[in-house]
């Protein structure tokens, strides 16, 4: 006994001379109790996982960033042919290839980041498992991450614009707020999977079919115009419709977006993002058992 005393004496000695305290970690009660706060404490591990997110794609590559380019214009050949050439699908009156181009960037960077959201809990098993901080770095990072790519392919479509003669209108300034859709609608649904697939592995294997039968669904290749007008609400919980629709009339100055779909579009992803928060926090504490 006394010498479990002396141990527990010394021990205190030491986190005094230390200047540390023991921090007790304690998982969260209460509905609204989502400790986001904590995201901004740890706001330079969210800007390490990115940089590091962005290190490993472009690490060992035989062509490196131009991947980011080749790929929408490769996605925009095959849809030139099939949708254009193939069945004539109008594209509002704008070239086929910008039509086309200024649709996939915004796609691509969502998807991108859906996908690597959706998995990242699970990749960052051992992290989680060693060391504590809040979990939403995780999904966060990773749906961030694709900015560089995102970047690179607006240059080409910049040089596409140029090439056609089309100057971008004042609306080019609500760029950055599509943008911003277009992220959280990644990181909301990247939350409800992400916690999903650490419980059910097969989740991660439905992403891929999940993300096809999405793109179909959205205006990518076809404009919204081609809905017809009743089902045009229902078409709205679609988050990317008013995304893309926007960012064809922020950089293309195209007809005006249907405002009504967009405000559909933004509630659905409002809802998504909150829920996907807290059912994330509340899977959370289940994370470093179950990877």
């Known amino acids: 006994m006394e010498l479990i005393e002396a141990q527990s ?16 970690i ?6 609204l109790h989502l400790q ?12 390490f996982l990115i940089w590091r997110d962005i290190k490993i794609r472009y690490k060992q590559t035989a062509i490196g960033a131009a991947w980011a380019i080749l790929q929408p214009l490769m996605t925009m050949a095959v849809f030139l042919f099939v949708f ?4 004539d699908v109008p594209s509002d009156g704008l070239p086929y290839p910008l039509f086309a181009l200024s ?10 980041g859906l996908s690597r959201a959706s998995l990242s809990v699970v990749a960052q098993g ?5 060391v504590y901080f809040p979990r939403l770095i995780i999904p966060i990072s990773a749906t961030l991450s694709g900015i560089v790519d995102f970047g690179l392919s607006l240059l080409v479509l910049s040089g596409m614009m140029a090439w056609y003669g089309i100057v971008p209108t004042w609306g080019i300034l609500a760029l950055p707020l599509f943008l911003l859709l277009a ?31 999405w793109t179909f669904a959205s205006p990518i290749a076809y404009p919204v115009s081609r809905i017809p007008e009743r089902f045009r609400t229902f078409y709205g919980l679609n988050p990317m419709a008013g995304v893309i629709e926007g960012f064809r009339w922020a950089l293309l100055g195209n007809k005006s977006p249907d405002f009504g779909v967009m405000a559909i ?3 659905v992803v409002i809802v998504l993002l909150l829920s996907g928060i807290v059912f994330f926090k509340r899977m959370e504490r289940t994370f470093a058992d179950m990877v």
């Open 9 to 24: 004496d010394l021990a205190q000695e030491d986190e005094s001379s230390s200047g540390l305290s023991p921090i007790c």
């Open 36 to 47: 986001l706060r904590e995201i901004w404490k740890y706001r330079e591990l969210l800007y």
């Open 84 to 87: 254009k050439i193939i069945a």
């Open 265 to 267: 579009s933004a509630s």
């Open 183 to 213: 992220s959280l609608t990644a990181l909301a649904v990247g939350l409800w999977l992400s916690a999903l697939n650490v419980r059910y592995r097969d989740v991660g294997h439905t992403i891929p079919f999940l993300i096809q039968i």
């Open 103 to 112: 649709a996939i960037i915004p796609w691509n960077f969502f998807s991108g």
């Open 26 to 31: 304690e998982p969260t009660r209460g509905l």
């Open 126 to 130: 051992n992290l989680i498992s060693k």
